[in-house]
């Protein structure tokens, strides 16, 4: 069974940077794509960053260029730079089925396991 433990949640000022973790244990990494969601105030679960078993990432638009998702063994990590107000949300690492067997989307329907979440509170 898939276990997954975030951490690394925090309050910041914008501009500043966070580094989220992600623990997984009880599957095999080539399995899954890894990924990070969040759910900022009054609004749906949204997609973040994707790591495919492969390494190749994806990224939604409103964060490229500023976050970074990795992976070392069963470690999943995501640093955030240039935070900003609209970023503020409990983020939440996940394992995702591969569309088609292949193809890391960042679907919540796809999604096998999810974390506890980790909150994050980015200031004006």
């Known amino acids: 069974q898939v276990q997954l433990v975030e951490s690394g949640g925090g309050s910041v000022q914008a501009g500043g940077s966070l580094r989220l973790s992600c623990a997984a244990s009880?599957?095999?990494?080539?399995?899954?794509?890894m990924a990070w969601f969040r759910r900022g105030p009054g609004k749906e679960r949204e997609g973040v960053a994707s790591?495919?078993?492969?390494?190749g990432t994806t990224y939604a638009d409103s964060v490229k260029g500023r976050f970074t998702v990795s992976k070392d063994n069963a470690k999943i990590t995501l640093q955030m730079n240039s935070l900003k107000p609209e970023d503020t949300a409990m983020y939440y690492c996940?394992?995702?089925?591969?569309?088609?067997?292949?193809?890391?989307?960042?679907?919540?329907?796809?999604?096998?396991?999810w974390g506890q979440g980790t909150q994050v509170t980015v200031s004006s």
């Open positions: 996940a394992a995702e089925h591969p569309f088609g067997g292949s193809y890391c989307v960042m679907s919540r329907f796809n999604v096998d396991t």
């Open positions: 790591i495919s078993k492969d390494r």
């Open positions: 009880g599957y095999t990494s080539s399995s899954y794509c």
